[in-house]
């Protein structure tokens, strides 16, 4: 069965570059995405829980905080859901989102790595 | 470096194939003899002046602004100290770009995103916390207002607190951008007016800058905006006249505004720069000639040197890269070499951490050194236009012109440039130059130093990102309370309903906006206005 992702920007911020490359890739590699756009805590989580969502990717193109908050979120409610997020992270943010059990790629990662990293969270491979 | 056949095919980023070498007999045959004019001269491609920057150097232009206004206001006097001969205003886009105060739920959603990208200024006295001190009759200031929607608050903030210390406006230089661009392509935001009242809040601005503004630059088409989201030189040049007829047809049909004096209001634009500079240069260049031609053909405009093309550049941020972020001071470099190369007016250079955060002050400083390094140290400022009369670089003007003229036609074909706004048939073209441009990296056509080559996973140069500070909500909050706790009540209700009613009328909003100003009217209650006025505009993609 096709394995379904969502896809949000935790920011209110309107660069729509990266998320949609990604989000093309993602569905060349047989993917269906489910893109909500700048999306608040509370419109991931409904999504995540709503759209049967095998993975959430998350566009961060703001402060750690945001993400961190919707993460916790959306780990309260599927617990199990894998999550992975991409945009203007710094190392050190990188690196509490990786403390929480989040693949990070920031500006500059490979498409075929994040395609990969899909399969890879979703069990397709 | 990779190793590159003799007999594959080169393009510049336009799609224009490359020769090996060029000579007199490449120059297309309707350009040779206008190639020889000298600067100063039509068809303007090589300036418009003959002493270039011998008379008047660039302006050192950068974007500033984060946390709260004092925040923003003492990054500016730190960069005004180091040698910046502007200055820029940058609002906080989660507020400023969608017109909310910050206790609005999607902001408070995201309060630490607050203050990140600019200062929240919410009402006039936010503006004159951030102003500070500042050169404003002087220096030529950006008053912030670069999305459509905030233009007109953003401006008639900083032209209050310019009438309340008492500058006159009818001298007062600067500009607020208000870019098309920006708003409905590059940063596509959660809410905004559509496209046609998003029109006539330009011509509106266009119209009250003529009347009592009219050193200030009204409206900014940035070029900038469609080419960092995808668009090709060439068609960053096709878009950018696109937009400034539909500026100049709407001034026309109001008949209110005198058509010369309307062009040189829509010709203070921007450009990026990008890394394959000499292509850059030759665009800017391309657009000079462009405009002249323009102008004279389609408004009959004789003297085009009257509304001449002032072009601010910057330079590419989608360049600047997230490895190794110290080898982004040469490309800001290289990139700024080429807008200097294009002979352009104005300049601010991506800070070497753009691919981080918004610039530290380390690389806010360092932007304005490798403008100074090439202003001082150079001699590159004492020869207009040096790149002239090359047998490539005029090549290249004229061919990029060409298909910057095919790419105008392809738009008008499709209705028109706010057409293709709205049916997002710019945005498909935006992406598939994205997708393309990415697969090239991805599969290795194209090397970027530090990202798919030559990666050092031990580098020394790790660069973290530059945060602001954390109190810029709590501290906008509780201004935005006491504005509305001890501000004239009435006065504020007033405006507010005059500006109301001259949205549903054809009225222009400009003088309901300055009295908006005067009563201290927040930005979320201008928004709320133009929500319940104009509803939403229809977004073309998803973002």
Known sequence: MQKRILMAKTGLDGHWRGPTIVARALRDAGFEVIMIGMANTDDIVTSAVDEDVDLVGLNVGGHIDVAIRAIENVRNARPELPIFAGGTITPRAAKQLEGLGVEVYPPGSQLTDIVDAAERLTGTK | ?543
């Open chain 2, 1 to 543: 470096m990779q190793k590159k056949s003799t007999d594959k095919a080169f393009f510049s980023r336009s799609g224009i194939e490359l020769k090996s070498f060029y000579t007199g007999d490449d120059i297309p045959d309707g350009h040779r003899d206008r190639a020889a004019a000298a600067p100063g001269e039509a068809p303007y491609h090589r300036g418009f002046h003959t002493s270039g920057y011998r008379s008047k150097p660039w302006r050192i232009f950068q974007l500033s602004g984060f946390g709260k206004p004092e925040d923003e206001n003492e990054r500016i006097k730190f960069l005004l100290k180091n040698g910046e001969t502007g200055f820029i205003m940058e609002h906080d886009r989660n507020t400023a770009d969608h017109c909310y105060n910050v206790d609005h739920p999607e902001v408070v959603a995201r309060r630490e995103d607050v203050g990140l990208t600019g200062a929240v200024m919410q009402s006039v006295r936010d503006t004159a916390i951030c102003m500070d001190g500042l050169p404003v009759d002087s220096s030529f200031g950006h008053a912030g207002g670069a999305v459509v929607q905030h233009a007109p608050f953003a401006l008639a903030a900083y032209w209050t607190v310019a009438k309340q210390r008492g500058f006159d406006l009818a001298k007062l230089p600067g500009t607020g951008q208000s870019d098309f661009n920006l708003t409905y392509l590059g940063c596509v935001t959660k809410e905004q007016i559509p496209t046609l009242p998003g029109l006539q809040f330009n011509a509106d601005i266009i119209e009250f800058c003529d009347r009592y503004l009219p050193y200030w630059v009204p409206v900014s088409i940035a070029g900038y905006n469609a080419a960092d989201t995808g668009l090709s030189p060439d068609q960053e040049l096709g878009v950018l006249f696109a937009n400034a007829v539909e500026y100049l047809d709407e001034i026309k049909r109001r008949g209110s505004v005198d058509l010369i004096k309307a062009a040189k209001a829509c010709g203070g634009v921007s450009f990026r720069a990008s890394i394959e500079f000499i292509e850059e240069a030759c665009k800017m260049r391309a657009a000079r000639l462009m405009w002249a031609d323009l102008l004279r053909e389609r408004y009959g405009i004789s003297d085009p040197k009257v509304a001449n093309l002032r072009i601010h550049c910057v330079t590419a941020g989608s360049k600047m890269t997230y490895q190794q972020p110290l080898n982004n001071i040469v490309r800001g470099t290289l990139m700024a070499l080429g807008a200097v190369f294009g002979g352009v007016q104005s300049l601010g250079v991506s800070g070497y951490d753009e691919a981080l955060s918004i610039p530290s002050e380390h690389a806010h400083q360092m932007s304005v050194r490798i403008q100074q390094i090439l202003q001082e140290e150079t001699g590159i400022a004492n020869v207009t236009d040096p790149l002239g009369g090359s047998y490539y670089v005029e090549t290249i003007t004229a061919q990029l012109a060409e298909k910057a003229w095919e790419f105008f036609e392809e738009i008008q074909n499709q209705g028109g440039y706010l057409a293709t706004l709205d049916s997002g048939w710019l945005h498909a073209r935006a992406a598939e130059n994205q997708y393309k441009e990415f697969m090239d990296m991805e599969n290795g056509d194209q090397q970027v130093i530090g990202v798919n080559c030559f990666q050092d996973d031990e580098s020394p140069f790790e660069v973290d990102g530059f945060m602001g500070t954390d109190d810029a909500f709590d501290v906008a909050t509780a201004r935005l309370q006491d504005v509305l706790r001890t501000r004239h009540e009435k006065a504020a209700t007033a405006a507010l309903k005059q500006l109301e009613a001259d949205c549903r009328s054809d009225t222009n909003i400009m003088p309901a906006m300055m009295e908006a100003m005067s009563a201290e009217v927040t930005l979320g209650e201008i928004g709320n206005v133009y929500r319940e006025v104009f509803g939403n505009w229809n977004t073309p993609i998803q973002t």
